[in-house]
């Protein structure tokens, strides 16, 4: 596969991330603490990731880690606030 399909399909996967576990929130498959707790396996995912999706240079595997684990975090964060919302509806 050539460098900007490999690019591409790493970006494509890693803005769709968001949308799966953000799906799966909203299904009751998963949770902030569970998201939490897998934390330290999506940074070694991420970094594989980059590693396999870009260029050998060093640089450009931790910018492609650094997104994709920025997507993650914008997700448990989403996760939490509609698990705080949640709550409050509930205890209304």
């Given at each position: 596969i050539s460098i900007v399909?490999?690019?591409?399909?790493g970006l494509g996967l890693g803005l769709g991330l968001p949308?799966?576990?953000?799906?799966?929130?909203k299904k009751g498959n998963l949770n902030h603490q569970k998201l939490v707790s897998l934390r330290r396996y999506v940074i070694v995912w991420?970094?594989?990731l980059?590693?396999?999706l870009t260029t050998?240079?060093?640089?450009?595997?931790?910018?492609?880690a650094a997104a994709l684990?920025?997507?993650f975090e914008v997700s448990a964060?989403?996760?939490c606030y509609w698990e705080r919302?949640?709550?409050k509806a509930q205890s209304s």
């Open positions: 399909a490999r690019i591409m399909l949308v799966i576990l953000l799906t799966q929130v991420n970094l594989i980059g590693a396999w050998p240079e060093v640089l450009t595997q931790v910018i492609m684990q920025v997507l964060r989403i996760a919302q949640g709550n």
